[in-house]
DNA sequence: ACAGCCGTAGCAAGCGCTTTCTATACGAGA
DNA sequence: TCTCGTATAGAAAGCGCTTGCTACGGCTGT
């Protein structure tokens, strides 16, 4: 019923060998015998048995690219700008260099489930992983992950991280994009001190993401750097962790409101959390930011449109995505070293100003 | 290099056909075998050659979800839904029904990209696929899909439509879950219309689309019901066209607003564009909702966060996904003559309030 | 004019797995 | 005790494609 290489083959009067050549493109092949095998395909709508193809070359051509969380936008533009290098036409070059088929896998944060996407494309033999965002710190994930994908490389998949750091045995194997998120962090809080504000809330995320980590490092070291927070135990204080979302930043500022009503300031681990701290502030009778000033990381676009527009931290997370789907495609060079730490950018708007005094 | 099955057999002391059936569990195997093999896999690591096997057994895992912009989370969180029913482990059942690969595959509302996607998908005989979000509507482009779709479900590949009315020529191949946005569209400008609005802006999006059209033709029905736009031409002169983004939003209000400083509300395609609506309007200086109402459609996530809220139409997208990723498995049977409408529901928040009187 | 090349096309051997059909070894019923 | 059904395992034939190697003209160089 399928219709078959071989099938296109006789119909062209040539044998299987010359048409997967013609397919292929990549032995000569006479115009004259081209043209003829193409006609047939087209006569005979033939579609490539990719499972075959890919069974007997030994690779394929799945590229994919996993995410936390695919409904959060600061992923969803990552893949998104990753697949714009990868997958099918419009890639600028017209079907040159090669149709990939970039898949996007959503683990939803889970540790295993970034384990079985991983399986799972390693039995497709995937050409290529992107791994984008945080990573969990768990001591055995790390080593599983660190395993497989050593295993993967080995069989000859590319291995690219966007915006997570590169294992710690990170072997020359991969490419890493790592956002400053340290660097980022500490100079949102610096810009907050040099308001005047020195009662500063942080709502974290999940204390097992490095991403969460490094921003709350950022933030405690430009404390420090003030000389505030380590001594009187307001680090720990005024610090609520909870998951990268709008509930959770609520909650955690209601929280952190209640520890001390004399913050002036509240930080939030991203834009999404922020937007919930907003709320929560407005909720209290507060306003933003003559009572209270909120800032985000990430600057989704959502963020200048909230009122008052919302400072940040910009990331170039289409760019990074960008780059991280050219890696994989193998038509960027990696970094020297391997690993490109990527800028973050304070951006600051209405929703941070001085302190009232008093 | 590679292990392969017949290493384990032969490890396993069993031979290759045993192996193949402990791991795919459809044949009776002493649990003493079972074990051996079972052990085997794991001393060798053998990991199952996807190829191989989807070559020999004429199928594949592969679910791919189409989406049209995936860095806009109104498909992020279909698409991430229906995965949820999907792909990997944590769907519940531990693996029970079979892991699938579900891979969401970006069109970026491209036309061709589509058709491209469609292929790759084809080729790898993947056993669902899952459309996602509003249809370009040329006839051309209609009918190769549908040429396509029609092939692909021949081929026993699963069809669904997600928030997208069904083809034309809907064969029974396909189960379609579709979005009224009709009815939401039109009970928003009714809500408008009721609290004594008579100049309402319409900012749509492009006008290819199947959502941009039912969306408009509610809120044209609305009108029209209350006997407004249609005789005096303010339909067309009130409706501006533009993509699904903010910054279209922001451009289209300005051109509404100048052709005519004295509509009293504005109705966006989307919230996204809702939130670039309400940035003109404010850079315009006027206020919202005294001076001029704003209202959306989808209830993202960050609508509620807007100031004021957003008044919007509310449409189950992680329902609808999650249901559709189950009609791709074959968890759920398919509604009732294929297709069902899924109902919006209106939001009404602070955003719109009756017009100013004078 | 003849050997040797180059440009093309075909042959055939797999790639690693699934599955049908067949074989074997039991225990059970007669 | 003999035959037969049942449970379990193996043999082997592909699945559709790629690719190394061989074959075969016609051209070039001497």
Redesign the interface.
């Known amino acids: 019923m ?1 219709v078959t290489l071989a099938d296109v083959a006789a119909r062209a009067r040539v044998s299987p060998a010359t048409v997967s050549r013609v397919l292929n493109g990549n032995y000569p092949v006479a115009a004259s015998t081209r043209e003829r095998v193409l006609r047939a395909v087209d006569d005979l ?1 033939y ?9 007997a070359a030994a690779t ?3 590229v ?1 690219i996993l995410v936390n ?5 600061f ?3 990552m ?2 700008a990753a ?2 290098q990868i ?4 890639d600028g070059s017209g079907r040159a260099g090669g ?1 990939k ?6 683990t ?1 944060g ?1 540790p ?2 970034e384990l ?2 991983l ?7 995937a050409a290529a992983v992107v791994l984008t965002g945080g990573a969990v710190e768990y001591p055995d994930h790390q080593a599983a992950m660190a395993a497989k994908l050593a ?1 993967m490389a080995d ?1 000859g998949t590319r291995i690219v991280f966007c915006g997570r750091p590169p294992l710690p045995e990170g072997d020359a194997l991969v490419a890493a994009l790592a956002f400053d998120n340290r660097g980022g962090g500490r100079r949102l809080t610096e810009h907050l001190i040099s308001l005047g504000h020195r009662r500063i809330g942080y709502v974290a995320g999940p204390p097992e993401r490095t991403t969460t980590r490094h921003r709350l490092e950022g933030h405690r070291e430009a404390l420090r750097g003030a000389g505030l927070g380590a001594e009187d135990g307001d680090e720990e204080r005024l610090t609520v962790h909870g998951p990268y979302d ?1 509930r959770s930043g609520y909650e955690a500022t209601l929280e952190i409101l209640r520890r001390d009503p004399t913050v002036t300031a509240v930080v939030a681990a991203n834009d ?1 959390v922020a ?2 701290a ?2 929560a502030v407005r909720d209290q009778g507060l306003r933003i930011p003559q009572d209270i000033s909120v800032a985000g990381f990430d600057d989704l ?2 963020s ?4 008052p527009a919302l400072t940040t931290v910009r990331l170039p997370l289409f760019e990074a995505g960008a780059r991280a789907g050219r890696l994989a495609m193998g038509k960027e060079n990696p970094p020297p070293g391997g690993i490109a730490t990527i800028a973050a950018e304070l951006m600051i708007r209405g929703s941070t100003t001085p302190p009232r005094v008093g």
């Open positions: 399928t709508d579609v490539l048995n990719g499972p075959a193809s890919s069974l394929s051509d799945l994919g969380d695919i409904a959060d936008p992923f969803g533009i893949a998104g697949q714009t997958g099918g036409p419009g149709e088929l970039a898949v996007i896998c959503n939803g889970s295993e489930r079985t996407y399986t799972l494309l390693q039995r497709q033999r295993k069989a709008r999404t937007l919930g907003c709320a676009p959502f200048v449109d909230a009122v």
